[in-house]
Nanobody, 125 residues
Framework: QVQLVESGGGLVQAGDSLRLSCAAS????????MGWFRQAPGKEREFVAA????????RYADSVKGRFTISRDNAKNTAYLQMNSLEPEDTAVYYC??????????????????WGQGTQVTVSS
């Protein structure tokens, strides 16, 4: 089992930045690829970004490319999502997720085995 806890959400204005953190425990963090997803009210949970276990590969949704950066610190068992130039459309609950490390940077919810409880990000215009 892997336990994931997100933090860093909040209420910001359009154009501001936030950094989300995802603290992992329970298993060897570097054995897992990590992903960030988000879910806005009334919408499906959608892929935001993913990073492989060795930090050599990342993948982003088109809607956040160039504004968001995913990273991880395996020594601290933590993944991050740096979000810059935030827009009202980025308002959602953000979730981190983990799947066993392999060559796939998964973008589908069902491809991840473990999930955090989510952290709310609200961007006002």
């Amino acid at each position: 089992q892997v336990q994931l806890v997100e933090s860093g959400g909040g209420l910001v204005q359009a154009g501001d930045s936030l950094r989300l953190s995802c603290a992992a425990s329970g298993r060897t963090f570097s054995n897992y690829n990590m992903g960030w997803f988000r879910q806005a009210p009334g919408k499906e949970r959608e892929f935001v970004a993913a990073i492989n276990w060795s930090r050599t590969s990342t993948r982003y949704a088109d809607s956040v490319k160039g504004r968001f950066t995913i990273s991880r610190d395996n020594a601290k068992n933590t993944a991050y999502l740096q979000m810059n130039s935030l827009e009202p459309e980025d308002t959602a609950v953000y979730y981190c997720a983990a799947r066993r490390a392999d060559s796939i940077l998964a973008i589908v919810v069902t491809q991840y085995n473990y999930w955090g409880q989510g952290t709310q990000v609200t961007v006002s215009s």
